[in-house]
């Protein structure tokens, strides 16, 4: 099992930045693919991006893509979301998520994932 803690949630005004942070423990060795996903009230849960565990590959949703950043801190057990240039769209709560295998774009976009964090708020304001 892998457990998945996010943090850095809060509330930013639109155009500002924020960091979301998630650590993973447990059987870190079984991950080779780690996603952000998000939730606004009302909506269903959406993807939003990946990185592989060794930090070679990302992909990200049109909707973030030259905003938002996935990286992966290959010395810890942590991935980082930076999000610039935030909207008053990108309030929701964020999900960390983690899956055995690097999935292909359809797959992410599914969210079948093996393993999901408790999720963080992030509200945008005007």
């Known amino acids: 099992q892998v457990q998945l803690v996010e943090s850095g949630g809060g509330l930013v005004q639109a155009g500002g930045s924020l960091r979301l942070s998630c650590a993973a423990s447990?059987?870190?060795?079984?991950?080779?693919?780690l996603g952000w996903y998000r939730q606004a009230p009302g909506k269903e849960r959406e993807f939003v991006a990946a990185?592989?565990?060794?930090?070679?590959?990302?992909y990200y949703s049109d909707s973030v893509k030259g905003r938002f950043t996935a990286l992966r801190d290959t010395a810890k057990n942590t991935m980082d979301l930076q999000m610039n240039s935030l909207e008053l769209e990108d309030t929701a709560v964020y999900y960390c998520?983690?899956?055995?295998?690097?999935?292909?774009?359809?797959?992410?976009?599914?969210?079948?994932?093996?393993?999901w964090g408790q999720g963080t708020q992030v509200t945008v304001s005007s």
């Open positions: 990185i592989s565990w060794n930090a070679v590959s990302t």
């Open positions: 447990g059987s870190i060795f079984s991950i080779n693919a």
């Open positions: 998520a983690a899956d055995r295998e690097w999935k292909n774009s359809h797959s992410f976009h599914s969210g079948a994932m093996d393993f």
